[in-house]
């Protein structure tokens, strides 16, 4: 199929590849220049597991251009263009109603291909869109049915290749039965598991084929706020337990396996810690409840979920404060920028807002990241933060380290090595990753989590 994909950020391009690799023809439109160079010229300007390998071997059938370059050919394009937070929490439309107004302007009367919402937007945006294009198809006099599906994209960050190629399921809000079929028919090689997977990607022995779940778009949109939220419900949850875990003086680690063993509860997203970032769950959480409060409905869970992360980041800095006594003067070195591992993304990252707040309290901070530094210096030029080449940098002359984001590599680190370059040995150990025992035997004072 031919199809077109509006917006090459993390989930743009990740679905065009995707999309490219079973084998159909995509075209992928954004209007930053900088970005659409960059991907002609075979660059991936994020990190991303695997999608820059793929794209160099599928040159053929993707290529990348701005607005200029649009195709009236295509069959099914996909909205895949950012929605923001805004102040108030409400998500912000207007990069999904600038898109709409461009189809408008551009498609023409005959053929109407299926546009497709892949971004997470407030309900009813289907529909705002369908009416948006159609309002713009009329004034320069064609007068046909717009089709608008929801097709919510589910995808983590990091793993966003291999969430693609083998989802639990496949969500389709549509009101025409014509959509749902084109949408089933692109993804059929993924629905099907018929495509041959990438090698770096082997498709996992236990995985079982993803639902196809046809609804209304107005569930679609739901569904996809519905989900997030649960999971930062989840992870918000297991940190309020792991406050009092501290306090009673139980370990957090095992009263979640004991917790999450149990089929009903499962594992997954239990693990305590700072908290969680990126640019999904904190906007989501805050939209669902924006949509709510305009029926004038509470949402208390939800509101909880978004305090008690805030309030794990301070604990963070309130451990500091215990062990040093004071800030001010103090060095501070963290591990890890990135809101998660495997990916540059610092949007809504627990690193940032912990860096904020010791600077705020006149502490010197310094920091290591794998890949994302680069993004740091660029993205928060107002930080007054040290960027360390190495491990051993960032620990020389530090007084603390804060493990913020689970590298790999950060576990095997010469801990004990480490530990002879600093001023003080504390460590707070914000994922509960690290050897506490180990660390404890290298003279460390480990602080974790919950423990
Ligand atoms: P992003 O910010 O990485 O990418 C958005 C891209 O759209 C940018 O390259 C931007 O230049 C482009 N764009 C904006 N307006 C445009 C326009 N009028 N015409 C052409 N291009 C335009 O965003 P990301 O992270 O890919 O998210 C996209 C959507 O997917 C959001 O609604 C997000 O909530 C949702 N989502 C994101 C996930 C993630 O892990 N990042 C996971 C699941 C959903």
């Known amino acids: 199929m031919q199809i077109t ?40 300007p994020m990190h991303e597991m695997g999608v820059a390998e793929l794209l160099g071997q599928l040159r053929d059938r993707i290529s990348f251009g701005r607005w200029d370059s649009f195709n009236l050919t295509t069959e099914v394009i996909i909205i895949a263009v950012g ?38 937007v407030p309900i009813g945006s289907a529909r705002r869109v369908e009416s948006v294009v159609s309002y713009y198809l009329k004034s320069r006099g064609i007068n046909i049915p717009v089709t608008v599906a929801s097709n919510p994209e589910f995808l983590r960050e990091g793993v966003a290749l291999y969430d693609t190629f ?26 099907e598991q018929t495509f041959i997977p990438p090698e770096f990607l082997p498709r ?15 569930s679609a949109e739901l569904i996809k706020y519905a989900a997030n939220t649960f999971l930062a419900m989840k992870i918000s949850y297991i940190n309020e337990i792991a406050g009092l875990a501290e306090r009673v003086g139980a370990d957090i680690l095992e009263v979640a396996r004991g917790i999450g063993l149990d089929k009903r509860i499962g594992v997954q997203y239990l693990n ?60 501070v070195g963290l591990l890890g920028l990135s809101f998660k591992p495997g990916t540059d993304d610092l949007r809504d ?40 080449n190495s491990a051993e940098e960032l620990a020389h002359g530090s007084d603390a380290l804060v493990l913020v984001t689970e590298w790999k590599e950060f576990l095997s680190l010469p801990y004990n090595q480490l530990g002879k370059l600093m001023r003080q040995k504390v460590i707070v150990d914000g994922r509960n990753v690290l050897d506490r025992q180990l660390l404890t035997e290298a003279g460390f004072n480990y602080i974790g989590v919950g423990r």
Not at 93 to 111: I, N, P
Request: hydrophobic share 35%; proline share 5%; aromatic share 6%.
């Open 5 to 44: 994909v509006i917006g090459c950020g993390y989930v743009g391009l990740t679905t065009s590849v995707a999309l490219a690799y079973i084998g159909h023809r995509v075209h992928c439109i954004d209007q930053n220049q900088e970005r659409v160079q960059a991907l002609q010229n075979g660059i991936v």
């Open 83 to 120: 929605t923001p937070r805004k102040d108030n929490g409400e998500a912000d439309t207007s990069y999904v109603e600038a898109v709409a107004r461009e189809l408008g302007q551009r498609l023409s009367g005959d053929g109407l291909p299926i546009i497709v919402n892949k971004s997470t």
């Open 166 to 191: 083998y989802p639990d399921r496949i969500v389709v809000g549509a009101n025409q039965g014509e959509a749902i079929n084109i949408l089933r028919e692109m993804y059929a090689p993924i629905l």
């Open 204 to 218: 996992p022995d236990s995985y079982n084929l993803p639902a196809f779940i046809t609804t209304t778009p107005t």
């Open 272 to 331: 305590a810690g700072i908290g969680w970032g990126g640019s999904c769950f904190g906007k989501d959480v805050q939209a669902l409840i924006h949509t709510a409060g305009q029926y004038d409905y509470d949402m208390p869970l939800s509101s909880a979920t978004i305090q008690v992360n805030l309030r794990q980041r301070e604990e963070i800095i309130r451990k500091l404060q215990s062990a040093l006594k004071v800030l001010r003067g103090s060095t």
């Open 349 to 388: 990252a627990p690193s940032i807002t912990v860096a904020k707040r010791l600077i705020e309290m006149g502490a010197h901070v310094k920091a290591y990241d794998p890949v994302a530094m680069e993004n740091c210096r660029k993205s928060h030029p107002e930080l007054d933060m040290l960027y360390a």
